[in-house]
């Protein structure tokens, strides 16, 4: 169920000089818009179970945005202040020729105008790309494992094979990225194996993020079945572990602690239990080039027209701009028997994790 939220009665959407001299976007609420992420492909070599249903349709190939529309869209957020980009999808890697567009937007690193470029993948084609991310410029990448058992993680992901996953982030460390690891917590599937798992990961100096399932799009059976909520996992690992809070905030719903024990960072991502949108700083751009302003709403802004209408970026900035005065203050992600439906119907692998 969604309630949409009354934005009218809130300042419109500026813009601001920055002290860089970049046109800053505020939305109606004063918040930054400096993270931009984006989806390059709705498709994927895994079928995870919370994620997408086995037989899904994808999109025809057409309708995606070219390398280059992406780069011209990313270019125009990094224009008007985004600092931060992330790739994702889908699986971003088995996109064709992604390296292509890695490549055309270190420039923006290279020239001041980017702090960051990142990227979210499931490690399947990492043992093949690691040494050209490092190359052009990405520095941390996320890993997403939700198990270390190879045979339940063949089951969660219905395709997925643990080892090249594991050869993956071997290649990724030793090309020097820095890696977290992202794992969805899931009832009665992963819930025993979070200690080891963090174990593991801080042995491996690597920072470990847990995530609640949230409820977009259908899948095969019912999210209340897999969702387990992470303020019960927090206070099991607090009887074993000291868990120090930390202040570091990334303007998402991620909150961390230092775990005394390991020395290693242990993250959780709460959109089910907590409410983070204060100070939201991102949006979303799909592979079809829809802008979405918030995660949790169905509204989104079309930016495929707008490069396509023309090879100037005047229509495609003012359709940035108008976009974001339409970010709403925040999401109504619910989960429970009477909410049986997915909360959106678009799976995450459209607007990216
Ligand atoms: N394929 C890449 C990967 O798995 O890392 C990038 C895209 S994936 C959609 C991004 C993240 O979203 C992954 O960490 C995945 O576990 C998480 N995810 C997918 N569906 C989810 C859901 N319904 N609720 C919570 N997290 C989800
Ligand atoms: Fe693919 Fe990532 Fe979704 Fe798993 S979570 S199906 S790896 S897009």
């Keep these: 169920m969604l309630q949409h939220h009354i934005v009218s009665a809130e300042p419109p959407t500026d813009r601001v000089e920055s002290s860089s001299g970049a046109n800053k976007m505020l939305d109606p609420f004063g918040r930054a818009i400096t993270y931009l992420r984006v989806s390059v492909t709705d498709r994927c070599d895994f079928r995870c179970v919370y994620c997408m249903s086995e037989d899904m349709a994808f999109l025809p190939k057409r309708d995606l945005l070219t390398l280059e529309e992406l780069d011209r869209i990313c270019s125009a957020f990094v224009d008007r202040g985004v600092r931060k980009l992330r790739i994702t999808g889908g699986e971003p890697l088995v996109r064709r020729d992604i390296m292509t567009l890695f490549g055309s937007l270190s420039r923006h690193l290279d020239s001041g105008?980017?702090?960051?470029?990142?990227?979210?993948?499931?490690?399947?084609?990492?043992?093949?790309?690691?040494?050209?991310?490092?190359?052009?410029?990405?520095?941390?990448?996320?890993?997403?494992?939700?198990?270390?058992?190879?045979?339940?993680?063949?089951?969660?992901?219905?395709?997925?094979?643990?080892?090249?996953?594991?050869?993956?982030?071997?290649?990724a460390q030793n090309a020097g990225l820095k890696v977290k690891i992202n794992t969805v917590a899931l009832k009665g599937?992963?819930?025993?194996?979070?200690?080891?798992?963090?174990?593991?990961?801080?042995?491996?100096?690597m920072?470990?993020?847990?995530?609640?399932?949230?409820?977009?799009?259908?899948?095969?059976?019912?999210?209340?079945?897999?969702?387990?909520?992470?303020?019960?996992?927090?206070?099991?690992?607090?009887?074993?572990?000291?868990?120090?809070?930390?202040?570091?905030r990334t303007g998402g719903p991620a909150r961390y602690v230092r775990v005394k024990e390991t020395g290693?960072?242990?993250?959780?991502?709460?959109?089910?239990?907590?409410?983070?949108?204060?100070?939201?700083?991102?949006?979303?751009?799909?592979?079809?080039?829809?802008?979405?302003?918030?995660?949790?709403?169905?509204?989104?802004?079309?930016?495929?027209?707008?490069v396509r209408a023309s090879e100037?970026?005047?229509?495609?900035?003012?359709?940035?701009?108008?976009?974001?005065?339409?970010?709403?203050?925040?999401?109504?992600?619910?989960?429970?028997r009477r909410h049986a439906r997915p909360a959106l119907s678009r799976h995450m692998s459209v607007t990216g994790g």
């Design 113 to 171: 105008g980017l702090d960051e470029l990142t990227v979210t993948t499931n490690g399947s084609q990492l043992a093949r790309h690691a040494k050209e991310l490092a190359a052009c410029g990405v520095k941390r990448i996320n890993v997403s494992i939700d198990t270390l058992d190879a045979e339940k993680f063949r089951r969660i992901t219905r395709w997925g094979d643990l080892t090249k996953v594991l050869q993956g982030l071997d290649a």
């Design 189 to 205: 599937v992963n819930e025993g194996e979070i200690e080891p798992l963090l174990e593991w990961a801080h042995g491996r100096g």
């Design 207 to 248: 920072d470990l993020t847990l995530i609640e399932v949230m409820p977009l799009g259908e899948i095969d059976g019912q999210r209340i079945d897999q969702f387990l909520p992470l303020s019960l996992v927090r206070a099991r690992l607090a009887g074993r572990y000291t868990l120090e809070d930390l202040a570091d």
């Design 264 to 306: 290693g960072r242990l993250g959780f991502i709460t959109p089910m239990t907590h409410n983070f949108c204060e100070s939201c700083n991102r949006v979303r751009l799909t592979c079809t080039g829809q802008l979405f302003m918030c995660l949790g709403q169905e509204d989104a802004a079309d930016l495929r027209a707008p």
């Design 312 to 336: 100037s970026n005047e229509l495609l900035e003012r359709s940035i701009v108008d976009a974001i005065a339409r970010k709403p203050k925040g999401h109504d992600f619910i989960i429970d």
